[in-house]
């Protein structure tokens, strides 16, 4: 693994440093970075703003779940800067169209009314039982992800919803994708299905997809030597 590799660790809806605890140890002694969006509101102004704030010209980069939409921007804005790329538990698709894009604008309203009125952490009580494998369920790993979810605010949670509502539809770009592609998703991922990931590997030229026993979307949490030793492969000159 490169000395000077620069690692930018993209997290998802709601998550924060905590995500990519594990991973940063296991990549030592290559720099990871993992930014903060704020209250930014679009895919591609996230993807703009880690660009301008990366501290290396070259740059591996892995997102989790909206992280990984922010990194597929991230190539499609300066594909000549993001010399490796780490896609997991994500998509590529935009809102669908018709009632299947108003349920899901629908459901995620939903959840940003329950954190306002109830605070993230009701809310986030709810909501990540469809992020994680059955078996983590009240467990302390649970707790972490609630804990991640309440250092949030409902200003962040409705930018970040912006964000995936308005979504930029990536199928055409992974198909002009050249630099190294990983592809990562937990089996039991319900949010974002193994099949999807499946298609995406099919779309990249030369991508390379490892598959998480055990884990559902939270993969870098549930599943923290799996995905790191995946990452550590990706790495690889």
Known sequence: ???????????????????????????DPAHCVVPSYGELSSITGMAQHVLDTAPAEHLCVAGHSMGGRVA????????????RLALLDTGMDPLAPGQAGEHERA?????L???????????GRQWAQGMVHASRWNTPLFENILDMIERQTPAIFAAQLEALLTRPDARE???????????VCGRQDAWSPLSRHEE???LVPGSRLAIVEDSGH??????????SQALKEWMQP
């Open 173 to 183: 770009l992974l198909a002009q994708l050249r630099c190294p592609t990983l592809l």
């Open 200 to 202: 995406m590997h099919a």
């Open 113 to 123: 009314q329950m954190a306002r009125e109830h605070g993230m952490r009701a809310m």
């Open 72 to 83: 597929l921007e991230m190539a499609r804005l300066a594909p000549q800067r993001v010399c």
């Open 107 to 111: 459901k995620r309203m939903g959840l």
């Open 1 to 27: 693994m490169p000395n000077q590799a620069c690692v930018v660790l993209l997290p998802g809806l709601l998550c924060d440093a905590a995500l990519w605890a594990q991973q940063v140890q296991a990549l």
């Open 218 to 227: 939270m993969s870098p949490m549930e599943q923290p030597a799996a995905v």
